[in-house]
């Protein structure tokens, strides 16, 4: 089955994965068309109950609730939500082969990694290199602009992200950099935005 090539950014919550995927969704990258598909703001569609109709039953959505509500991230055996959201986006968009998936918030650990590779080949790997200072004045100045509202942005929140990012995600550029893939570490300010990281990341690979 052909897959579309995807750029995968990894990076602490903050770092501006998601201003950058939009930039990345707008531009293009390279001559050709992308899709930025967020999945934090996927699942958090879906728990508010605005996934396509009929994407999940009842009792998936109430999962979908606690998940986001005591920040857990998806585990092996339920990875199949993460499918229906992805194929039901790349769907939606209308994605051709030879278009490019920008993968923000998945994989979040090892065994999403594998069951990704079943869906997108993930071709690039951008890293966003952020302390947990940096992140902490990036989400207080909402550098992005994209944390107005966010719930889950108390500090106590967010520490526990940083710690599952440390233990369970951050360990994937190395995880990529074993397969083959190119990696671009790229180092993040508090003020970075998303238009000075797209310039890099243009120039950051050979295609």
């Known amino acids: 089955m052909e897959k579309n090539q995807a750029l995968l950014m990894i990076g602490p919550t903050g770092s501006g994965k998601t201003p950058l995927g939009d930039a990345i969704q707008a531009a293009g990258l390279w001559g050709r068309r992308c899709h930025h ?23 998936e959505t109430a999962f979908i609730r606690s998940v986001l509500e005591d920040g857990a991230l998806l585990e092996d055996e ?3 939500i993460a499918e229906k959201l992805m194929l039901s986006f790349l769907d939606e ?15 979040r650990h090892a065994g ?9 080949n993930v071709a690039w790997v951008v890293s966003l290199e952020c302390t947990p200072e ?3 004045a990036r989400i207080g100045a909402n550098t992005g602009g994209d944390r107005t509202g ?49 310039s890099r990341v ?6």
């Open 78 to 80: 339920q990875f199949l």
């Open 112 to 120: 999403q990694a594998a069951a990704v590779e079943g869906i997108v």
């Open 93 to 107: 968009r209308g994605a051709a082969i030879d278009d490019v998936v920008v993968l923000n918030g998945l994989p």
């Open 150 to 198: 966010r719930a889950d942005d108390g500090m106590e929140a967010v520490g526990r992200k940083l710690v599952t990012f440390a233990e369970r995600t951050a360990p994937l550029v190395e995880r990529y950099r074993e397969w083959g893939t190119p990696v671009f570490e790229m180092e993040v300010g508090a003020r970075s935005d998303a238009g000075q990281m797209l």
């Open 37 to 59: 598909f967020d999945f934090g703001q996927q699942l958090r569609n879906a728990g508010e109950g605005r996934a396509p109709e009929g994407l999940f039953e009842a009792p």
């Open 202 to 207: 243009e120039g950051a690979f050979e295609c």
């Open 134 to 136: 940096v992140v902490v």
